[in-house]
């Protein structure tokens, strides 16, 4: 009876134990190359990553490439990590690999939904890493399938994104490498996103937060920061602004105009998903009725508008004609019938109408 306990209770504890083996990420094959060793967790695991996975891949010439995949949260941690790793490799970013990658000498990485992925050639031939960015993209989840949308919104974006850093949902910017004494006024709350971009000599970093109110604050706090650095002499931003519920910077500007004309081309569009139903679905309705009624109303007025016109207008030219016909027959009833000669009324002529008229009897 013992006996029968200790293995029912093994049943119970060994299917969870198995139910949460970690699931593998990277295939054990790809093309030529095969795992010859593979760790669960990268030696450095990226920062905020869910998880974390290196596998070390040989082919049968000896080449060797080193694939490190850091799967996150969030689409838009993925792309930072990305961004980041290209702007310590000087390496611009463009859509060849997954979503969107970069390839150096190297290595080659991009990011495909949720996952950031290097690829590092340590022997062989470097053409390999190609075939088998490839290979492990087709098996990652797309998620979004797209770039963040702050990218998006910056001056020149397809340009602007080559080179441009983002940072999702940070607490400071120090991971910019940029010394700015106006950095001191920002607190994010961990509830914003960054976009750093290079145009020539000026760099302009835009600020999404995510609430209006968090917004303000910062803006409160940025422009008296702004004149405290201009009271002592400090380096400043050439130009600030903010644009909604962004906060728009540019340092290193030749001059302040151009880089207002920088901040003018800056894209704010605020977009708001319900993640259940809509609130404002009746009320959203309800407007659209009285728009379209409205629409109805003003088509039917106009037109019947023009068709008064048209008929007091043709009522008008056809009593006029109308007129001008009767008085025309009047004219020919009084004078046809005397074949255009004075006519002699002798019926109407009496004593008592016009007595020097009549003829009078001769002597």
């Known amino acids: 009876m013992r006996l029968i306990k200790v293995i029912v209770l093994l049943l119970f504890v060994g299917v969870p134990a198995a139910a949460q083996k970690p699931v593998r990420l990277l295939p054990n094959q790809l093309d030529k190359f095969v795992v010859l060793k593979s760790l669960e967790k990268a030696p450095v695991q990226a920062a905020d990553a869910v998880s974390s996975e290196v596998a070390e891949y040989v082919d049968h010439r000896g080449g060797r490439v080193l694939v490190e995949l850091s799967r996150f949260a969030q689409d838009a941690k993925a792309y930072e990590n990305l961004s980041l790793a290209a702007a310590a490799a000087k390496a611009q970013i463009t859509p060849a690999y997954g979503t969107a990658g970069f390839q150096s000498e190297t290595e080659i990485a991009f990011f495909k939904g949720p996952h950031f992925i290097r ?58 490498g940029m010394q700015q004494g106006v950095f001191s006024a920002i607190d994010t709350q961990g509830n914003a996103d960054a976009a750093l971009a290079t145009y020539g000599p000026s760099k302009m970093l835009v600020l999404e937060f995510n609430t209006p109110q968090l917004a303000k604050d910062n803006d409160e706090r940025i422009i008296a920061r702004i004149h405290e650095l201009w009271k002592l002499g400090e380096p400043a931003p050439t130009a600030y602004r903010r644009v909604g519920n962004y906060s728009v910077m540019v340092f290193d500007a030749p001059d302040q105009q151009s880089a207002n004309q920088l901040i003018d081309q800056v894209k704010y569009e605020q ?30 007025l106009k037109a019947s508008g023009y068709a008064l016109l048209a008929c007091l207008g043709l009522g008008g030219l056809a009593g006029a004609l109308l007129f001008t016909r009767r008085r025309a027959q009047q004219s020919e009833a009084a004078y046809s019938d005397a074949g ?6 002798l019926d109407e002529l009496t004593p008592q109408t016009n007595p020097a008229r009549l003829l009078r009897d001769r002597n």
């Open 271 to 300: 977009v708001v998903r319900w993640l259940g139903e809509n609130p404002n679905i009746l009320k959203r309705a309800q407007e659209e009725y009285v728009n379209t009624t409205l629409g109805v109303l003003v088509s039917v």
């Open 119 to 176: 690829l590092r050639n340590v022997k062989g031939d470097v053409a390999n890493l190609a075939t088998m960015a490839q290979g492990i993209s087709e098996g990652l989840d797309k998620g979004e399938a797209d770039i963040p949308a702050l990218i998006k919104h910056l001056p020149n974006p397809e340009e602007a994104q080559k080179t441009a850093v983002f940072l999702h949902s940070f607490r400071d910017l120090n991971t910019l």
């Open 340 to 345: 255009g000669m004075l006519r002699l009324n």
